[in-house]
Nanobody, 124 residues
Framework: QFRFVEFGGGLVQPGGSLRLSCAAS????????IGWFRQAPGKEREGVAC???????IYADSVKGRFTMSRDAAKKRVYLQMASLKTEDTGLYFC??????????????????WGQGTQVTVSS
């Protein structure tokens, strides 16, 4: 079974920017809603953004106006452009796919294919 692979994480100062990439399967990109999640140490996993097959994207309130999600089917990539980063954005970031085309909130159990994650640390 294809597993997503996230990369692009790193250490960045508050106020900085970072772009995460996720290598996804062609099937997922053609048919599925794909989301980004993050998990900080000692906290539950939380949804950050979800992009439907039809191009509609929803964002968590905590990242609205700062994060932008996109997908490129030709490159088999999903991206999360992060700007104005805050220390509270620190965490392990995952991409994941739903088994349906539309986004519907950020219930982790609705997502069936996950990557291993890439670490983002926002610190001065």
């Amino acid at each position: 079974q294809f597993r997503f692979v996230e990369f692009g994480g790193g250490l960045v100062q508050p106020g900085g920017s970072l772009r995460l990439s996720c290598a996804a399967s062609a099937f997922a990109l053609d048919w599925s809603a794909i989301g980004w999640f993050r998990q900080a140490p000692g906290k539950e996993r939380e949804g950050v953004a979800c992009n439907s097959k039809y191009g509609h994207t929803i964002y968590a309130d905590s990242v609205k106006g700062r994060f932008t999600m996109s997908r490129d089917a030709a490159k088999k990539r999903v991206y999360l452009q992060m700007a104005s980063l805050k220390t509270e954005d620190t965490g392990l970031y995952f991409c994941a796919a739903r088994s349906v085309a539309n986004c519907s909130g950020f219930q982790s159990s609705d997502y069936v294919t996950w990557g291993q994650g890439t670490q983002v640390t926002v610190s001065s």
